[in-house]
């Protein structure tokens, strides 16, 4: 049986005795050893492969062209001082939305800020880092967290924590997304704390690592206080002691656990806040359970399948959780609760109500089984608890047979790749024969140390080969493209926005050109593409109200490309597609300050806009399109449906397309709006495509051509699938009444336009009548004054920020607060509390225990 107190390195190491800093030191060097084996196993197999930083930037490791080498290189402008925005707040994406609930959700692994150390055209290289340092601690902590659950050789644990920080959840989930990776060592930090629960000893420390966890990724964290308690009920259930010593265990982990969350309670309360008001994810539903033979092949190294739980950790621990249930030094009892807890586990990665306790009560976007890290911890366990009872030759044949048998039920499924059949057979057969001479050498140091010695290599080369392998499949598929980000394509843009920015007079935008899924965190500026977990529904909205495109249901927001919505916004200078060696050009436009004024109240209220040109025309203050009305021509004829918009009845394979012939102004510029349109137009001498799909994928505003003599036109829409279009989707823009609109707008801008980290204000005339528009869009959390008065949340136009100057005003002065901020810092306020409450009685405790004693001592002397 467990004992809460169990002789060896777990209390000889705390005693402070010379034989308890001996295994210190050499558990001190085995972790280190299992980290470089983790890590230099990783960088060896990024190095064969060619992966950057070892190869071509091209092949890049961390998903690059996603989310998070922008918001790494953002966060290297926050640290520099080169930002235009703070902590709090992001004027560079979305036209201005919130950051504080993105970086505690992609930039608190605390080896992200490393980014700071590097130049930032290399910012890539750090967030390889936050991945590889990330694997070097878990393994570390590991080999620390599995010499608590059983006393036995370090050098043997720490080869065994190589398949936990390299398992398969890390190659082939955790390792695109940094901020995950810390999850990997949130697992260990959640084991140690919950071992000193077991032994009632440091709860503020144990407090602190659950603080370090749930503040570095709350996502995995929960899943990791989840796996990490049901290891804790397993040893509490094979625990010998009084029922009312395990229940005092429980109330400690539970008052340690909610303490420690309660420490981070900022990060939960801003990102769930900002979770609640952003634009709401496509709806995901779980498609079903993989078949057995698939999922038993995940255990297996070397393949790559997404339609199952990442739980591979390697032949040398899968080889001895599989002899484990053989172990007879295992008492009966231990073996039952042990294989009981992982099946269970494994089935409820298939379960859908078990799959959202997991994943917080949400179905995730993506993968179903990201919470598979935890089996892959309990299995590492399990391979130690049976390598420290030294299994006999027998019983690692036995486990050895089991192997055999789930790789022929595995054999067929499309998992099981070369490289498996290699590392199964061939490094499983060398496992077995290293453990075998481990068990038959056990009193012979020398050739033991021998053996051990072989064993790394075995260990290092096949993680190494695994790593290789996974990522080879990977990067062979179709739709893992990463894109580039800083190549000198992408600096080259980086010198033109930021030469061109003149913030907060007017913005340089980055967009429509794309990089990356956020080029203004990588490329500086201010523009509208932003894609994060985060973006804000009232900003998805606005934007796509205007005309601006989007991705993913609007949780990817694109840029304007045409010239009203770029007025609108205060874009003065923009990059764009060319055919030229840098692949964009910078261009500028008559563009008015980012803070205008409008007269009267204007505001979004009881209106109904006809069309996105009437709604852009609203916004603007002035009238500068012609909007025909459409007529049928040839073609598959279209219907009308009750609310106006046409319904098109899709075309037969060469056969003729729908037309529709309008009538515009001639030399006016015709732009076409059907945000759900997929299919060819053709108009004007021109060609195009669009791939619109309601309502995941919106289209911009795309320009037709100029307008002939006549004034009459024809639009002709290719399409196979039947779809419907707005009523109004052509309006012709007038430049000459838009460059008038821009002027009137900068005849009456403020004198001066100011803008902090999360604020802008606006300076005007004295007496200034009319509305103050700031070209932000007015998500939640903006309050906003006028000449020092009360601050109110501000009125909206178009989805804007607006604010009314009453009987007359002269300064006008915004800003943002983040919601959920405040009682978060509460909650986290009373548990600092609690802690240097409980710190102190705990030193007061232990004076007047030392008092005691020493009066104890003085009076047997006399």
Same mark, same amino acid.
């Given at each position: 049986?467990?004992?809460?107190?169990?002789?060896?390195?777990?209390?000889?190491?705390?005693?402070?005795?010379?034989?308890?800093?001996?295994?210190?030191?050499?558990?001190?060097?085995?972790?280190?050893?299992?980290?470089?084996?983790?890590?230099?196993?990783?960088?060896?197999?990024?190095? +064969?492969?060619?992966?950057?930083?070892?190869?071509?930037?091209?092949?890049?490791?961390?998903?690059?062209?996603?989310?998070?080498?922008?918001?790494?290189?953002?966060?290297?402008?926050?640290?520099?001082?080169?930002?235009?925005?703070?902590?709090?707040?992001?004027?560079?994406?979305?036209?201005?939305?919130?950051?504080?609930?993105?970086?505690?959700?992609?930039?608190?692994?605390?080896?992200?800020?490393?980014?700071?150390?590097?130049?930032?055209?290399?910012?890539?290289?750090?967030?390889?880092?936050?991945?590889?340092?990330?694997?070097?601690?878990?393994?570390?902590?590991?080999? #620390?967290?599995?010499?608590?659950?059983?006393?036995?050789?370090?050098?043997?644990?720490?080869?065994?924590?190589?398949?936990?920080?390299?398992?398969?959840?890390?190659?082939?989930?955790?390792?695109?997304?940094?901020?995950?990776?810390?999850?990997?060592?949130?697992?260990?930090?959640?084991?140690?704390?919950?071992?000193?629960?077991?032994?009632?000893?440091?709860?503020?420390?144990?407090?602190?690592?659950?603080?370090?966890?749930?503040?570095?990724?709350?996502? &995995?964290?929960?899943?990791?206080?989840?796996?990490?308690?049901?290891?804790?009920?397993?040893?509490?259930?094979?625990?010998?002691?009084?029922?009312?010593?395990?229940?005092? #265990?429980?109330?400690?982990?539970?008052?340690?656990?909610?303490?420690?969350?309660?420490?981070?309670?900022?990060?939960?309360?801003?990102?769930?806040?900002?979770?609640?008001?952003?634009?709401?994810?496509?709806?995901?539903?779980?498609?079903?359970?993989?078949?057995?033979?698939?999922?038993?092949?995940?255990?297996?190294?070397?393949?790559?399948?997404?339609?199952?739980? /990442?739980?591979? #950790?390697?032949?040398?621990?899968?080889?001895?959780?599989?002899?484990?249930?053989?172990?007879?030094?295992?008492?009966?009892?231990?073996?039952?609760?042990?294989?009981?807890?992982?099946?269970?586990?494994?089935?409820?990665?298939?379960?859908?109500?078990?799959?959202?306790?997991?994943?917080?009560?949400?179905?995730?976007?993506?993968?179903?089984?990201?919470?598979? &890290?935890?089996?892959?911890?309990?299995? *590492?366990?399990?391979?130690?608890?049976?390598?420290?009872?030294?299994?006999? %030759?027998?019983? !690692?044949?036995?486990?050895?047979? +089991?192997?055999?048998?789930?790789?022929?039920?595995?054999?067929?499924?499309?998992?099981?790749?070369?490289?498996?059949?290699?590392?199964?057979?061939?490094?499983?057969?060398? *496992?077995?024969?290293?453990?075998? !001479?481990?068990?038959?050498?056990?009193?012979?140091?020398?050739?033991?140390?021998?053996?051990?010695?072989?064993? =790394?290599?075995?260990?290092?080369?096949?993680?190494?080969?695994? +790593?290789?392998?996974?990522?080879?499949?990977?990067?062979?598929?179709?739709?893992?493209?990463?894109?580039?980000?800083?190549?000198?394509?992408?600096?080259?843009?980086?010198?033109?926005?930021?030469?061109?920015?003149?913030?907060?007079?007017?913005?340089?935008?980055?967009?429509?050109?794309?990089?990356?899924?956020?080029?203004?965190?990588?490329?500086?500026?201010?523009?509208?593409?932003?894609?994060?977990?985060?973006?804000?529904?009232?900003?998805?909205?606005?934007?796509?109200?205007?005309?601006?495109?989007?991705?993913?249901?609007?949780?990817?927001?694109?840029?304007?490309?045409? %010239?009203?919505?770029?007025?609108?916004?205060?874009?003065?200078?923009?990059?764009?597609?060319?055919?030229?060696?840098?692949?964009?050009? /910078?261009?500028?436009?008559?563009?008015?300050?980012?803070?205008?004024?409008?007269?009267?109240?204007?505001?979004?209220?009881?209106?109904?806009? =006809? $069309?996105?040109?009437?709604? /852009?025309?609203?916004?603007?203050?002035?009238?500068?399109?012609? *909007?025909?009305?459409?007529?049928?021509?040839?073609?598959?004829?279209?219907?009308?449906?009750?609310?106006?918009?046409?319904?098109?009845?899709?075309? =037969?394979?060469?056969?003729?397309?729908?037309?529709?012939?309008?009538?515009?102004? %001639?030399?006016?510029?015709?732009?076409?709006?059907?945000?759900?349109?997929?299919?060819?137009?053709?108009?004007?001498?021109?060609?195009?495509?669009?791939?619109?799909?309601?309502?995941?994928?919106?289209?911009?505003?795309?320009?037709?051509?100029?307008?002939?003599?006549?004034?009459?036109?024809?639009?002709?829409?290719?399409?196979?699938?039947?779809?419907?279009?707005?009523?109004?989707?052509?309006?012709?823009?007038?430049?000459?009444?838009?460059?008038?609109?821009?002027?009137?707008?900068?005849?009456?801008?403020?004198?001066?336009?100011?803008?902090?980290?999360?604020? &802008?204000?606006?300076?005007?005339?004295?007496?200034?009548?009319?509305?103050?528009?700031? $070209?932000?869009?007015?998500?939640?959390?903006?309050?906003?004054?006028?000449?020092?008065?009360?601050?109110?949340?501000?009125?909206?136009?178009?989805?804007?920020?607006?604010?009314?100057?009453?009987?007359?005003?002269?300064? *006008?002065?915004?800003?943002?607060?983040?919601?959920?901020?405040? %009682?978060?810092?509460?909650?986290?306020?009373?548990?600092?509390?609690?802690?240097?409450?409980?710190?102190?009685?705990?030193?007061?405790?232990?004076?007047?225990?030392?008092?005691?004693? $020493?009066?104890?001592?003085?009076?047997?002397?006399?």
């Amino acid at each position: 049986m467990l004992k809460t107190s169990p002789p060896g390195p777990a209390t000889t190491e705390e005693a402070g005795s010379r034989p308890g800093r001996k295994i210190l030191g050499a558990q001190t060097l085995a972790a280190t050893l299992s980290a470089v084996i983790s890590m230099g196993a990783y960088c060896l197999a990024m190095a +064969v492969h060619g992966t950057y930083p070892f190869g071509s930037r091209s092949r890049a490791v961390n998903d690059l062209g996603n989310q998070f080498v922008p918001f790494h290189a953002h966060l290297w402008d926050l640290m520099h001082g080169t930002s235009s925005g703070d902590l709090v707040f992001n004027w560079g994406s979305g036209f201005g939305v919130p950051f504080l609930g993105d970086f505690f959700t992609y930039l608190m692994n605390p080896f992200s800020w490393l980014v700071g150390l590097f130049p930032r055209d290399q910012v890539e290289i750090p967030v390889f880092l936050v991945t590889l340092f990330s694997v070097g601690l878990a393994a570390f902590l590991m080999t #620390v967290l599995l010499g608590r659950l059983r006393p036995g050789s370090p050098w043997l644990r720490g080869l065994l924590s190589v398949g936990y920080a390299v398992s398969a959840w890390m190659i082939s989930d955790g390792f695109s997304d940094p901020m995950w990776m810390w999850g990997l060592v949130a697992f260990p930090m959640l084991g140690i704390a919950s071992d000193w629960c077991l032994r009632g000893r440091h709860w503020i420390p144990g407090t602190l690592l659950v603080f370090a966890s749930w503040a570095g990724n709350f996502y &995995i964290a929960a899943m990791a206080t989840i796996g990490m308690g049901l290891v804790l009920a397993v040893r509490l259930i094979l625990e010998d002691t009084p029922v009312r010593q395990r229940l005092n #265990v429980l109330v400690r982990a539970g008052t340690m656990t909610v303490t420690g969350v309660l420490l981070a309670a900022p990060v939960l309360t801003v990102s769930l806040k900002a979770s609640k008001l952003s634009q709401p994810a496509p709806d995901a539903t779980y498609k079903g359970a993989p078949s057995p033979g698939d999922y038993l092949a995940h255990l297996l190294p070397g393949g790559l399948l997404t339609s199952a739980p /990442q739980i591979s #950790v390697g032949l040398l621990p899968l080889l001895l959780v599989f002899s484990f249930p053989f172990i007879r030094r295992v008492p009966g009892k231990e073996r039952i609760a042990w294989c009981v807890l992982l099946v269970l586990v494994a089935l409820s990665y298939i379960w859908t109500p078990t799959i959202l306790l997991w994943h917080g009560l949400a179905m995730p976007n993506g993968s179903p089984y990201r919470a598979s &890290i935890a089996l892959t911890a309990m299995l *590492v366990i399990v391979a130690w608890l049976a390598l420290a009872r030294r299994p006999r %030759p027998k019983e !690692l044949l036995y486990g050895a047979g +089991v192997t055999a048998v789930v790789l022929a039920l595995a054999a067929r499924s499309p998992y099981v790749s070369r490289g498996t059949w290699i590392l199964t057979v061939g490094g499983g057969l060398l *496992v077995l024969a290293l453990l075998v !001479l481990l068990y038959r050498f056990r009193g012979d140091r020398r050739l033991r140390i021998a053996v051990l010695g072989g064993l =790394a290599c075995t260990v290092f080369l096949s993680t190494a080969y695994t +790593v290789f392998s996974v990522t080879a499949i990977r990067d062979s598929t179709a739709w893992w493209q990463p894109k580039r980000t800083l190549d000198s394509k992408s600096l080259a843009a980086y010198d033109a926005v930021r030469a061109h920015d003149d913030w907060p007079a007017t913005r340089s935008d980055p967009g429509p050109h794309e990089f990356a899924n956020n080029d203004p965190l990588l490329l500086g500026g201010e523009g509208g593409s932003y894609y994060s977990s985060y973006v804000p529904a009232k900003t998805a909205e606005a934007l796509h109200a205007l005309g601006a495109g989007w991705y993913i249901q609007g949780r990817h927001t694109l840029s304007f490309t045409d %010239p009203v919505g770029r007025a609108i916004m205060g874009i003065g200078g923009y990059l764009d597609w060319a055919k030229n060696p840098n692949g964009f050009a /910078q261009k500028s436009a008559a563009a008015p300050p980012v803070v205008t004024l409008r007269p009267g109240t204007a505001t979004d209220a009881k209106t109904h806009d =006809a $069309s996105v040109f009437a709604r /852009q025309e609203r916004v603007l203050g002035a009238s500068v399109y012609d *909007v025909p009305a459409l007529a049928p021509g040839a073609g598959p004829t279209p219907t009308t449906k009750p609310n106006g918009d046409w319904h098109l009845p899709g075309n =037969a394979k060469g056969g003729k397309w729908t037309s529709f012939t309008a009538s515009c102004t %001639p030399g006016t510029e015709a732009f076409w709006y059907a945000p759900w349109y997929t299919g060819n137009i053709q108009a004007l001498g021109g060609k195009s495509a669009q791939e619109g799909r309601y309502n995941m994928t919106s289209n911009t505003l795309l320009s037709l051509g100029t307008v002939p003599a006549g004034g009459k036109f024809t639009v002709a829409l290719g399409t196979r699938k039947a779809q419907d279009i707005p009523k109004f989707p052509v309006g012709c823009l007038d430049r000459a009444k838009l460059g008038a609109a821009v002027g009137q707008l900068k005849t009456t801008a403020p004198l001066e336009v100011t803008a902090g980290g999360h604020s &802008i204000a606006a300076t005007f005339r004295k007496g200034t009548k009319g509305t103050a528009v700031i $070209s932000t869009p007015a998500v939640t959390g903006w309050q906003c004054s006028v000449d020092g008065g009360a601050s109110r949340t501000p009125g909206t136009l178009g989805g804007l920020i607006a604010v009314s100057l009453g009987d007359g005003g002269s300064r *006008v002065s915004c800003s943002y607060q983040t919601p959920g901020l405040k %009682p978060g810092l509460l909650a986290s306020g009373l548990a600092l509390v609690a802690l240097l409450a409980v710190g102190a009685f705990g030193v007061v405790r232990t004076r007047s225990s030392r008092f005691s004693s $020493s009066t104890s001592s003085s009076n047997g002397k006399h």
